[in-house]
């Protein structure tokens, strides 16, 4: 029975704590533009990759949001090349 709410809760409380990681990791870069950075595409990605480990380990509700915050925040912190 405690391994059923284990199931449960894990992918909540690590999907709460990488969204408060991501947030303060946005808020220490808040003067950037995210016109600069590649965060929209690292977005799509996550999302992509998400969705793709989260249907290998049979948890769709769980490894999309993962996916997406992690990419939006990596994408935020890489700059784009000045043409």
Request: aromatic share 10%.
């Amino acid at each position: 029975m405690a391994m059923d709410y284990f199931k449960v809760l894990l992918p909540i409380i690590i999907t709460a704590v990488l969204a408060v990681a991501a947030v303060f990791i946005v808020k220490k870069y808040a003067d950037k533009d995210p016109e600069k950075t590649y965060m929209i595409e690292g977005l799509i990605l996550g999302m992509m990759f998400g969705a793709g480990i989260a249907v290998s380990f049979e948890h769709l509700s769980f490894g999309t949001p993962v996916g997406v915050v992690l990419g939006m925040t990596i994408g935020f912190l890489i700059d784009k090349k000045k043409k």
